[in-house]
């Protein structure tokens, strides 16, 4: 609809046209405005608009001393029991190249008991510092003492750049330390870049896929971002790599922390698959028509190796379970091969799946547009096309 100016607020400032995202706003004066809007900016320059402009260099400086406080790329290494989250080496995959970029170091940030041997897991994946709080008290991940244990670390080394795991662990500790110390989180990056003023640019989905956004935190520090499983490359892990371990000691007390792990009920589901870090996957979509048609590509995964995906279309039918989806709103994976049955390639399903290193797409529709990031496209009938390929590997193998 139209916009509605309250002429009675509205002073021509232009702070509206400036601040709009989408450069929707113009303002238009009448001559007689204009008039009286050269006279205000004449009287202003007279009366020594030149303080102003001093207060901002000032304000300017300032923001450039804080920022220049700030320097190093700290990952934080997930770990439950001392067993470390693979997203962690991903991590510091690609903090490594920030930091190079930076012209700075990369450090790990250890938390927990008995966690030592992951300062060294770190220096084999890149990290060339590692800061180290081993207490009794992180034994077990909990919010509030993990979060003291960050805030401390930051405000006593203030790294520039702080990326964790976007799991349920690193969602909600980088949620509570960027609201603590008032600094800005970018969720669910797939891409990350420096531009020449060291600011991270964060890049991610936005608006339901449809563009990708890149997200920059210009003004505060440190810069914060989670990045999913398998969305960054494994780096290389370089046995006997060695880095400096600066131990800390936090603080914090047992009896002041409210919430209490009483006992860990493992799930004991037969059935888990980790899609997210298989080598092989087959999906199947909307195309696979019904719930029993997915047993052909189950034949063709057990072939391979490997595990059964799908689409959400798939999923929202009731064929397969929410942990099988790949995309925006499922898992993010990186296999050797991905076969894509039936699936039209929607951006949000492309976004889980298009950096996997082979992709094979299945699809009578010869403009599906899977074909896009396809390796190789078949164009045909799947019902036909899996189990030859599935019989075909069999005759190779006997
Ligand atoms: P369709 O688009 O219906 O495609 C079916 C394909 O099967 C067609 O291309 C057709 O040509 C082909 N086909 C049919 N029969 C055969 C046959 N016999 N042989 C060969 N080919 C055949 N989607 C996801 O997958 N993952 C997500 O995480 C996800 N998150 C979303 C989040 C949001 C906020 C929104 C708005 C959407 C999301 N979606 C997601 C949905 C996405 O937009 C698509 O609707 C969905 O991916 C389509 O699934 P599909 O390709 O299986 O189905």
Not at 213 to 220: E, G, H, L, Q, S
Not at 256 to 261: A, E, H, N, P, R
Not at 293 to 298: A, D, G, H, P, V
Not at 317 to 337: F, L, N, S
Request: hydrophobic share 40%; with cysteine.
């Amino acid at each position: 609809g139209e916009p509605i100016i309250l002429s009675e607020k509205c002073i021509g400032c232009v702070k509206c046209v400036k601040v709009c995202p989408a450069e929707a706003l113009e303002m238009f004066f009448t001559p007689e405005e204009l008039k009286i809007l050269e006279e205000l900016a004449r009287q202003q320059e007279a009366a020594g608009a030149g303080g102003a402009a001093e207060e901002v260099d000032e304000e300017e400086a300032a923001l450039a001393r804080m920022l220049a406080a700030y320097r190093g790329v700290w990952v934080f290494i997930e770990q439950t029991e001392g067993e470390p989250a693979k997203v962690s080496w991903e991590l510091l995959g690609v903090g490594g190249e920030l930091a190079r970029s930076l012209g700075t170091e990369l450090c790990a940030v250890v938390i927990g008991r008995d966690v030592e041997h992951l300062c060294r897991e770190s220096f084999a994946y890149g990290a060339t510092k590692a800061y180290l709080l081993d207490q009794e008290v992180f034994l077990h991940y909990r919010t509030e003492p993990y979060l003291e244990a960050c805030c401390y670390l930051i405000g006593k080394y203030k790294p520039e750049i702080i990326l964790m795991g976007a799991t349920g662990m690193g969602r909600d500790l980088a949620g509570a330390v960027a609201t603590r110390v008032k600094t800005g989180l970018t969720a669910d990056c797939t891409g990350l870049d420096v531009d020449d003023k060291r600011n991270l640019k964060q890049t991610r989905p936005a608006f339901g896929g449809n563009i990708m956004a890149t997200i920059m935190c210009d003004r505060f520090r440190p810069q914060m971002a989670t990045v999913r499983p398998h969305v960054m490359k494994m780096p290389e892990r370089i046995e006997g790599a060695t880095g400096e371990i600066v131990r800390e000691q936090c603080a914090i007390n047992e009896a002041d922390i409210l919430t209490k792990v009483l006992e860990i009920i493992r799930d004991k589901k037969g059935d888990h698959v980790d899609l997210a870090g298989a080598e092989f996957i087959v999906s199947g979509g909307r195309g696979m028509m019904a719930p029993e048609n997915f047993s052909i590509l189950k034949e063709l995964a057990d072939e391979l190796g490997g595990v059964v995906g799908a689409s959400r279309s798939a999923v929202d039918a009731g064929w397969m379970p929410h942990e099988r989806q790949v995309g925006q709103t499922g898992k993010t994976v990186r296999p050797k091969i991905y076969i894509a049955c039936g699936i039209s390639g929607a951006i949000q399903h492309l976004v889980g799946m298009q950096d996997s290193d082979v992709v094979i797409a299945i699809n009578r529709d010869k403009d599906a547009p899977i074909f896009q990031v396809a390796t190789y496209g078949i164009v045909g009938d799947l019902f036909q096309i899996v189990p030859a390929i599935t019989q075909r590997i069999r005759e190779l193998k006997n």
